[in-house]
């Protein structure tokens, strides 16, 4: 395939937001409609380069980090939280959704209301304050283009299907239904700081007698795999 | 006998208020209160004793009938209210087991018309062919009907208010779908009721056609092509009735059970959250997305730099030790190999604790490697193990914080 450069003409700041994460979607009209205009050109280009450019039809664009390097981090898990919690709030006050997230707004003085509401949940993924939320959430999801600002307005873009797929994916898990419904106890919680320990007694149980240096490769990739998440 | 057209006059002449009205009788009974402010409003002009003689007139044609057992509440006539739905496209959607219904009176019919021609009466025969085309022609209407009723549910949905909810604004559309269009899928299959009820008229129809030719016609054979054609036309818009109600309600049932399962989705991972921690989503299922503060190549000057000093890079001579020189200094040890290990672990035990003395056997040792050992030795089938408090241990390199164990011998 030719890829002429000449013709990307948004080539840098694409690659600049693409890289730092950001979703590409229509709220930055020139950059999406350079994606959606020249998409082979430049999804090829980027893959020449060792990135995955992913289109998605529901209207935005991003980069696949490379498995190796791409820990889910705990903004990941936040964003995803507080996703959860903002569908569960909206259907409870017999709010839709959907409607919501995918386009819709929500106003600023609400999160603390549903911070008050969540705090237990909120606490787990170190968030305790109103401006601990706006920070690490609401800044984060507006950073990565999920969600835009504006006079104290959040509106939720297209981006945020990510996070709407993580509930149908979990609602078609069937060992988590399984594991909540059943009447069985449930494992006991994994503390954090035990983390260290059981990842690594846990490494080789099922191979009891493995070769020594294949073992010791593999406890030091898991030690160094232990560390990244640390950091 | 109420004249037809001086109804038809009076609601060509009120059809401006009719109209309005229909709307209102669309979803319940008005009473006379209700009537005469509704239509004030309509007319502005007009004084009391002409809202009055105009609602007289419409009682006397029967065109608005005192609900029973209420005699100051009023509903339109069924009759007129359903040619009015008619006129204005409005339809309610039908049950599908009138469409049933018709079927078998359908087959019964063809049942008499086989009856008929064996005994060789041709009035009868001719009678049962009509009421047959008659009642071929009331499903086509009942069809027409129900797809104009079908597209209105679909309207009604889309253009509700986005905020409702999705199970009101969607209600109808599942209500529909669970009581029609599903009953029809199974009515219209291959092996469903309609299929079947077809295919015998059909067959009765086209074996009289062949009898007649040998013995002789009872009835004109235009008669039975006219009726043979109009119930492979009830059946061809059966079928596009259904596929017209899937491509106008599969899209909003879908988006109402997404909807659903989103909802139930993020239930299911609170709940999950609640009980085992962040940790409990599945992490598969997380987005990935790079760090949004990672470090990005910087300046343009910082990239000339960086170029700069790759296009000059020299690399290092590599010095490789001569076969010949004694080496100095103390050999490098060989690693240690588990079986080693375990021995030296068992011949200490007990131990009171691992890690400490793992310590102590190799104070220079590297932290992932101590790790590795401490792994490997507390998980042992030969020792018996137990958790202390955790503490921290200083490797060589690191501050290591973990729960180390009492190692004894294991119950034979």
């Not at chain 1, 979703?23 to 350079?34: C, G, I, T």
């Not at chain 1, 996703?83 to 999160?111: K, M, N």
């Not at chain 2, 009682?59 to 009015?84: C, G, W």
Request: proline share 5%; charged share 30%.
């Amino acid at each position: 395939m030719n890829i002429d450069l000449k013709e990307l003409t948004q080539l840098a700041p694409i690659f600049r937001e693409l890289f730092k994460g950001y979703h590409v979607s229509r709220r930055d009209p020139e950059l999406y409609a350079q994606l959606s205009n020249q998409q082979d050109q430049y999804r090829a280009l980027f893959k020449a380069l060792g990135y995955e450019l992913v289109c998605d039809s529901r209207g935005f664009y991003y980069f696949v980090p490379e498995l190796m390097g791409a820990q889910v981090n705990k903004t990941a898990q936040r964003l995803a939280l507080f996703t959860f919690i903002l569908v569960e709030h909206l259907a409870d006050q017999g709010r839709d959704p959907l409607a919501v997230l995918d386009g819709g707004s929500l106003g600023r003085d609400e999160l603390p209301a549903l911070l008050e509401k969540y705090r237990d949940l909120f606490l787990q993924a170190e968030v305790t304050s109103v401006e601990e939320l706006e920070e690490k959430v609401m800044r984060r999801l507006n950073q990565l283009g999920f969600a835009s600002e504006e006079n104290g307005i959040y509106r939720f873009l297209a981006p945020m299907h990510r996070f709407l797929d993580v509930c149908l994916s979990v609602q078609q898990d069937r060992d988590l239904a399984a594991t909540l419904h059943s009447a069985l106890p449930l494992p006991t919680p994994v503390l954090l700081g035990d983390e260290l320990e059981d990842d690594i007694i846990s490494l080789a149980e099922d191979e009891p007698d493995l070769d020594e240096e294949d073992a010791l490769a593999r406890a030091m990739a898991d030690e160094r795999a232990v560390q990244e998440i640390d950091a | 006998m109420i004249d037809p057209k001086r109804v038809l006059r009076a609601l060509a002449e009120h059809w401006t208020l009719l109209e309005p009205l229909c709307e209102r009788f669309d979803s319940g009974t008005l009473s006379l209160i209700e009537l005469r402010k509704q239509l004030t409003a309509q007319l502005p002009e007009s004084t009391p004793v002409d809202i009055t003689a105009l609602l007289d007139q419409w009682i006397r044609l029967d065109i608005l009938v005192p609900v029973a057992k209420s005699p100051n509440r009023f509903e339109l006539n069924a009759q007129i209210h359903d040619f009015l739905a008619y006129l204005r496209r409005e339809h309610r959607l039908g049950l599908c087991l009138e469409i049933e219904a018709y079927l078998r009176h359908l087959e019964r019919l063809a049942g008499y018309i086989k009856d008929a021609f064996e005994v060789r009466d041709a009035a009868d025969l001719a009678r049962q062919l009509r009421l047959l085309d008659m009642r071929v022609r009331d499903v086509l209407k009942k069809l027409a009907n129900d797809e104009q009723a079908l597209v209105a549910v679909a309207e009604r949905a889309k253009t509700s208010d986005r905020q409702i909810p999705l199970r009101q604004r969607y209600a109808e559309v599942l209500a529909t779908w669970d009581e029609y269009v599903e009953p029809m899928i199974q009515l219209v299959a291959a092996d469903g009721a309609f299929e079947q009820g077809v295919y015998r008229v059909e067959h009765v129809l086209l074996r009289l056609l062949g009898e007649q030719q040998r013995l002789g016609q009872l009835v004109d054979d235009d008669l039975l092509l006219r009726t043979h054609a109009r119930i492979l036309e009830m059946q061809t818009t059966a079928q596009l009735t259904l596929r017209r109600a899937r491509e106008l309600l599969l899209p909003l049932r879908e988006e109402a059970r997404r909807h659903n399962a989103v909802t139930r989705g993020a239930a299911l991972a609170l709940a999950a959250i609640r009980r085992k921690g962040l940790d409990a989503v599945p992490q598969a299922s997380l987005p990935l997305f790079s760090r949004p503060q990672s470090t990005f190549l910087g300046t343009a000057s910082q990239v000339e730099a960086y170029v700069y000093a790759l296009a000059r890079f020299e690399p290092k001579p590599a010095q490789f030790p001569k076969a010949s020189t004694a080496r100095k200094g103390e050999a490098p040890r060989a690693p240690r190999t588990a079986r080693e290990m375990l021995e030296r672990c068992e011949q200490a035990l007990p131990l009171p604790d691992l890690m400490s003395w793992l310590l102590a056997q190799e104070p220079e040792g590297a932290t992932d490697e101590l790790l590795y050992w401490f792994s490997r030795l507390s998980r042992d089938a030969r020792f018996q193990r137990e958790r202390l408090e955790r503490r921290d241990y200083l490797t060589a390199e690191h501050q290591v914080s973990l729960s180390s164990f009492t190692l004894l011998r294991a119950a034979p």
